[in-house]
């Protein structure tokens, strides 16, 4: 299995609150996301990294920011948490786009917001 | 921007039957999509890939079909196993990992 961690795996937490999420790559994987996971609307990508310092938003990017400092490191905060950011966030990394875009998936982090 | 749809949320098959999950998709240029398969509590797991040069690619038990001029996907499961119960994602990886909403297929005994 791919060098995967995220942490915390669980967390609640109250609105208005901010929230950080980390995952962590031990395969020196260029590209890393973050993905959230909702009934009916699948995987979602919220942001991705394709380099230290290099990020772009996904489709759902409002109310989140991330930051990359190093390669192995993606970060995933939530400014102010609302309720409707209760959900299950999935990092993912691969080596490249395209052909070699066959993404590892973490474990996910199950967060509430209450 | 590609778009890819499943348009069936869930599909039930009876053990040793074939199991097809559809998927459909918007643009037409040079795409590269896979399949992924997710267990409750844990997070997606890579299955099988096809390129659109292709028409079809196979895995042991698992066979993607690419209908180009329908622009459309399907992922067959021969025989499909009750430990083949989980939610099915088609992805389009042209570009960033863009996900279909899933569909969970249920084998019975």
């Known amino acids: 299995d791919a060098g995967i961690t995220q942490s915390p795996r669980h967390k609640v937490t109250e609105t208005g609150t901010p929230v950080t999420l980390r995952c962590h790559q031990t395969?020196?994987?260029?590209?890393m996301y973050w993905y959230r996971q909702d009934p009916g609307h699948g995987l979602r990508l919220i942001h991705y990294?394709?380099?230290?310092?290099?990020?772009d938003k996904g489709e759902v990017s409002d109310g989140y920011s991330v930051s990359r400092s190093k390669t192995e490191d993606f970060l995933l905060t939530l400014e102010s948490a609302t309720s409707s950011q209760t959900s299950v966030y999935f990092c993912?990394?691969?080596?490249?786009?395209?052909?070699?875009?066959?993404?590892?998936f973490g474990q996910g982090t199950r967060l509430t917001v209450v | 921007d590609q778009q890819v749809k499943q348009n069936s949320p869930s599909l039930s098959v009876q053990e040793g039957r074939i199991s097809i999950l559809n998927c459909d998709y918007t643009n037409s240029m040079f795409d590269y999509f896979l399949w992924y398969k997710k267990y409750p509590a844990e997070g997606p797991t890579f299955l099988i890939s096809i390129s659109s040069i292709k028409d079809k690619n196979e895995d042991g038990r698992f066979t993607v079909f690419l209908n180009k001029s329908a622009k459309h996907l399907s992922l067959h499961i021969v025989p499909s196993q009750p430990g083949d119960s989980a939610v099915y994602f088609c992805a389009d990886a042209r570009g960033t990992l863009i996900f279909g909403t899933g569909t969970r297929l249920q084998v019975f005994p």
């Open positions: 395969e020196n994987h260029r590209y």
């Open positions: 990294s394709y380099g230290v310092k290099d990020t």
């Open positions: 993912a990394i691969s080596p490249g786009a395209g052909e070699e875009n066959e993404a590892f």
